[in-house]
Structure formats: structure tokens, C-alpha cells
């Protein structure tokens, strides 16, 4: 059987730039910035991803022949969120308030040992914040 790795997320925006901007303000993400390549989607266009929590996070514009639906009525079917874990979830709710994060849910005790929140992003892409004991 093939061994298979995890590579990226990708999500899609009308302002890549902006929405890698809030990942780096709420979450300290590193963003990276460049053009896309001749025979791709979006050829000589600005290219913007960021790294986040040793991950890649891929954000594209609108497609370029296709129209763009709306965001999704939550909860819906298929990826519904980014998880992130923390030592201290309070400190880190806390930390993301006074960023002005719309905390959507928490934090809240969800099991034994696990306390969650979750922040609402650009484009209704959630991000779920776990902290594990």
C-alpha cells in the first residue's frame, strides 16, 4: 500500500492576502507569498499560503472560470474546521479576544480532559482550538 502524507489545506478567498493577514494576527502564522507558475490556474497571479502550526495552509483566489458559491450554513458536510491545540486554552481565548476573534463557541469543558472553543474566520472556515490534559 502506498504510504500517504499529509500535505495542505486549501481554502479559497475573495482576498488571499487579507484572509493569510488574519491568520497571522490571531494565530501567528507565517505567511508566503509569490506567483503562480505558467500552466496552473491563476498563471502570473500573486501566490499566498501560510504555515500554521508546522502545517501548510494553501489560500487561493475566485477560480478563474468558475463562479464562487457562498460560504456553507453551519454545521454542513465536508471539512468543517481547522484544528489547533494549546496548552492553555483560557490564556489563548483570552489572547485572541482582545485581537477582536468572534469566538463562535467556549471555551467549554467538552470531555474528560478536553477543553475547546471555536473562533469564526474569513469565509466561514471555523478554527477549533483544543486543549488536552
Do not use: C
Request: net charge negative.
Amino acid at each position: 500500500m502506498p504510504v500517504y502524507r499529509y500535505d495542505h489545506v486549501h481554502l479559497r478567498s475573495p482576498d488571499p492576502e487579507a484572509t493569510a493577514r488574519w491568520f497571522e494576527k490571531m494565530f501567528g502564522a507565517e505567511i508566503v507569498r509569490g506567483t503562480y507558475g505558467a500552466g496552473t490556474f491563476y498563471p502570473n497571479q500573486p501566490r499566498v499560503f501560510i504555515r500554521l502550526g508546522g502545517q501548510t495552509v494553501l489560500i487561493a483566489p475566485a477560480h478563474h472560470d468558475e463562479p464562487t458559491g457562498a460560504e456553507p450554513r453551519f454545521p454542513y458536510f465536508g471539512l468543517e474546521h481547522i484544528g489547533l491545540t494549546v496548552d492553555d486554552i483560557d490564556a489563548a481565548v483570552a489572547d485572541l479576544r482582545a485581537k477582536d476573534a468572534d469566538i463562535a463557541v467556549g471555551p467549554m469543558d467538552y470531555s474528560a480532559g478536553t477543553r475547546l472553543a471555536f473562533i469564526r474566520g474569513p469565509e466561514g472556515v471555523f478554527v477549533e482550538i483544543v486543549q488536552r490534559t
